[in-house]
């Protein structure tokens, strides 16, 4: 088993969940009207969502390793040119990171439990970046691929999860600190595009 590699998937998983998007920007915004159980309530759903997602490429891509190394190749080729368009949509992308509660409608626990949910198993781009982002990181020539790929999701759950909720609880804090420092957006949005192509990088010289 090699852990490096394990620490390596948590780290990258910890500086794309800092990095402003779609999920994490709505649990500060839900922490920030609603309170801080509310953000957590949107979190514990989200990250919920992540066990879909890690079940279709732990059975899908495990398939696909033992049928055909060639497969393989052309799976992580393709996930890796994935992020470095990930990469690029970063790139041209404005900086600024924007924080409005116009569209943050009081909701109960439990439905924004379930909104939570929703919002990640409905979301495609999930599968597809867990397809992207996971083979990279198998880390055990004797370990069953199946496990492996679910050890992968829930460590990268676990993190997510700290990371979020860590959001939620500072909500106030954060929010001041983004509306005083303009230029936080700026280093966030280039922690992302590192982050993404040096997975890419990795995901290229790994070996199977």
Not at 5 to 23: E, K, Y
Not at 71 to 98: E, P
Not at 169 to 184: C, E, V
Request: proline fraction near 2%; charged fraction near 10%.
């Amino acid at each position: 088993m090699n852990f490096e590699i394990l620490f390596s998937f948590v780290l990258a998983t910890a500086a794309l969940a800092i990095s402003p998007g779609p999920d994490n920007i709505y649990v500060l915004m839900q922490s920030i009207t609603n309170g801080r159980k509310y953000g957590l309530a949107t979190v514990c759903g989200l990250i919920s969502g992540c066990l879909v997602h890690t079940t279709l490429v732990a059975f899908g891509v495990s398939a696909i390793i033992k049928e055909s190394d060639t497969l393989f190749f052309i799976i992580k080729a393709l996930g890796a040119i994935y992020l470095l368009y990930l990469a690029y949509k970063v790139f041209k992308s404005d900086a600024n990171v924007t924080l409005s509660d116009a569209a943050v409608p009081k909701k109960s626990l439990g439905q924004l439990f379930k909104q939570g949910v929703i919002m990640n198993v409905l979301n495609p781009k999930v599968s597809i970046f867990f397809l992207a982002f996971f083979p990279a990181y198998l880390y055990s020539e004797t370990i069953n691929t199946v496990t492996q790929f679910y050890v992968l999701g829930l460590l990268f759950m676990t993190t997510s999860f700290a990371v979020f909720a860590l959001i939620a609880i500072l909500a106030g804090f954060i929010s001041d600190y983004l509306k005083q420092n303009k230029n936080i957006g700026l280093i966030l949005k280039w922690l992302q595009i590192v982050v993404f192509i040096g997975i890419a990088i990795f995901i290229f010289l790994s070996e199977k």
